[in-house]
């Protein structure tokens, strides 16, 4: 309950546009998302939405298997706080808001974002 408590109280007291991430913050997605695929915690979905290959560097598993895969269990084992608070408990100014599509390709994505 005590991470929970942290969190809720992250999220009351830290303004919603202070909720952000930096490149550093992506390229360290990028790489935990490289192991856990090479661990496989992140595996193709069994019901066929994402057939990614674990050997594709390229584009990847969608951003929606990572959500689920990977950002959802880690965020929870928090207390079930965001993954730019988690990343940056004090938050941090914004100066870009980037969108994305959920079946994406979380690697096809990220080097668009840090390429851009």
Known sequence: AGA???ATAMHETIPADKWCVTGADLK????SVKSAIRKQVIQPPEDG????????????PSIY???EQYIKPITHFHGKM???????PMGLDCDMFISHAWLEGIFEFLRKVLHS
């Open 4 to 6: 929970t408590e942290a």
């Open 65 to 67: 298997t990572v959500n």
């Open 49 to 60: 939405r994402d057939d990614f290959l674990m050997v594709d560097q390229v584009y990847g």
């Open 28 to 31: 360290h997605l990028q790489k």
């Open 82 to 88: 965001s993954w730019a608070l988690m990343r940056n």
